[in-house]
T-cell receptor
Framework: DSGVTQTPKHLITATGQRVTLRCSPRSGDLSVYWYQQSLDQGLQFLIQYYNGEERAKGNILERFSAQQFPDLHSELNLSSLELGDSALYFC?????????????FGSGTQLSVL | SQQGEEDPQALSIQEGENATMNCSYKTSINNLQWYRQNSGRGLVHLILIRSNEREKHSGRLRVTLDTSKKSSSLLITASRAADTASYFC???????????FGAGTRLFVKA
């Protein structure tokens, strides 16, 4: 158990809908990362937060947004969903978000857009 | 786009054999990490090697880094069926905080 909690584990929705994925980092970790894993794109970095502030941005679509709350949990909002958004979404956390730290991953949210 | 690319994409070996996976990356780095992912589950950190290190060991794992060739290798010795998983290298991006993952190598260890 990594200590990173992601909910829900599975999500099935329809095109055009909006969903929210939730992540609770390991106790003591201030930085949260979101990754998208699909068969054709591999593991894509979406966005990173540190102590409530956005720190780094990857190939995150404009339809997607995220935030980290004062209690350090994070939410990833996906809107106007398309079939291609079907993927496994991972949250990871680390203590300070420096690149010399290892990341602790949650078990992921499997999103299926029908 | 991905910073690191693993090679081979897939590898099948017998239990007890050694498994070697390679990672090449495009730009200079400060750190390179290797992670393992069991099917459909979260990634687990294996080892981190800094740009000023050439080799690192952890149990049956040996990682090398050649910054002149922008490449790293992960060697798993005396493999076990439980080592069956996907293995990813991850690198940082100069001047940033991103940790970028490669496409991964799928390792299958036959008992």
């Amino acid at each position: 158990d990594s200590g990173v909690t992601q909910t829900p584990k599975h999500l099935i929705t329809a095109t055009g809908q909006r969903v929210t994925l939730r992540c609770s980092p390991r106790s003591g970790d201030l930085s949260v990362y979101w990754y998208q894993q699909s068969l054709d794109q591999g593991l894509q970095f979406l966005i990173q937060y540190y102590n409530g502030e956005e720190r780094a941005k990857g190939n995150i679509l404009e339809r997607f947004s995220a935030q980290q709350f004062p209690d350090l949990h994070s939410e990833l909002n996906l809107s106007s969903l398309e079939l291609g958004d079907s993927a496994l979404y991972f949250c990871a956390s680390s203590v300070t978000g420096e690149t010399n730290e290892k990341l602790f991953f949650g078990s992921g949210t499997q999103l299926s857009v029908l | 786009s991905q910073q690191g690319e693993e090679d081979p994409q897939a590898l099948s070996i017998q239990e007890g054999e050694n498994a070697t996976m390679n990672c090449s990356y495009k730009t200079s780095i400060n750190n390179l990490q290797w992670y393992r992912q069991n099917s459909g589950r979260g990634l687990v950190h294996l080892i981190l090697i800094r740009s000023n290190e050439r080799e690192k060991h952890s149990g049956r794992l040996r990682v090398t880094l050649d910054t002149s060739k922008k490449s790293s290798s992960l060697l798993i010795t005396a493999s076990r069926a439980a080592d069956t998983a996907s293995y990813f290298c991850a690198t940082d991006v100069p001047g940033g905080f991103k940790t970028i993952f490669g496409a991964g190598t799928r390792l299958f260890v036959k008992a």
